[in-house]
């Protein structure tokens, strides 16, 4: 009788166990962001989050939903994927509203002092249609940055409808994949190099992401995982690592203060 109860509470301890470590897989992902997107709402300041780290995970989970494809994988990773890329456009949305929101405010500064009336004021829009790349992943509205998430998907589920029959090219969009996610962080790395300070970041977000990545490359290397999964894992942790020292270093030896009105399109060469 004893071991039977003792059974079923090992049963009930092991499937409350699985229920919660798959709630950490799907949502666990988008937890780093929350106090990014509360520093970004309360301060109205967007300056600090380069968004171009929304375009890495975007692209990184759009790639691993058309590898499933062509290689299975667990239900939960599909999740995960979708939930992250709603976040990320979430992320977008705040961005660009608080960003024109601040070049509005300051052309109406600029025009202070003249006759120009409140009405008067615009800001140049920047259109993903315009197809300029002077201004790629720094457009005015948040439908151009969906316009351009759908053509992306459009294309790359074509290409892989026409190649899906190719081994090299599954295993190459599973790599692509994961080292796409592996550079996550190099976005926020320049962006706070091109600043000469790290503030406007969340330091939360990122000790977060250290936490994760080092948990999960320890998991590749116990489990035996292929190669790109652990390579890319340290990678992501050595990134992780340096944003930190990039925290500590700005902070013991403040930079030069620079204008914050250099466009983050430069930050394209990070990816």
């Known amino acids: 009788m004893e071991d039977e109860l003792f059974d079923q509470i090992l049963t009930v301890f092991n499937n409350l166990v699985a229920w919660v470590a798959a709630g950490a897989m799907v949502f666990g992902g988008v937890v780093p962001y929350i106090p990014q997107y509360r520093d970004i709402r309360l301060t109205q300041n967007a300056e600090g989050f380069s968004t171009y780290v929304c375009l890495v995970l ?22 995960q994927s979708i939930i992250m890329i709603c976040t990320m ?23 202070l002092a003249t006759d120009i009336k409140d009405e008067e004021v615009r800001i140049p829009k920047r259109l993903f249609l315009d197809f300029d790349w002077n201004y ?22 074509y290409i892989t409808y026409l190649l899906l029959d190719s081994v090299l090219f599954v295993e190459t969009l599973g790599f692509l994949a994961v080292f796409t996610e592996a550079m996550l962080g190099t976005p926020q790395l320049y962006c706070n190099y091109q600043n000469k300070s790290t503030e406007g970041m969340s330091i939360k977000m990122v000790l977060m992401w250290t936490s994760g990545d080092t948990f999960k490359t320890g998991y ?23 944003i930190l020292f990039q925290v500590y270093y700005y902070s013991r030896y403040p930079q030069k203060p620079v204008s914050h009105t250099v466009s983050h399109t430069t930050s394209a060469k990070a990816l």
């Open 58 to 79: 975007l692209v990184a989970n759009i790639l691993r939903i058309l590898f499933r494809f062509g290689r299975y994988f667990e239900t939960l990773l599909l999740w």
């Open 89 to 111: 456009l979430i992320m977008l949305n705040l961005c660009t509203n608080v960003r024109m929101a601040t070049e509005l405010s300051t052309k109406r500064r600029s025009f």
């Open 136 to 157: 790629f992943w720094s457009w005015s509205r948040f439908v151009d940055y969906v316009q351009c998430v759908l053509a992306f998907t459009l294309v790359a589920a």
């Open 220 to 242: 590749f290397l116990l489990t035996q995982a292929p190669v790109q999964f652990w390579i890319c894992g340290l990678l992501q942790v050595f990134v992780d690592i340096t």
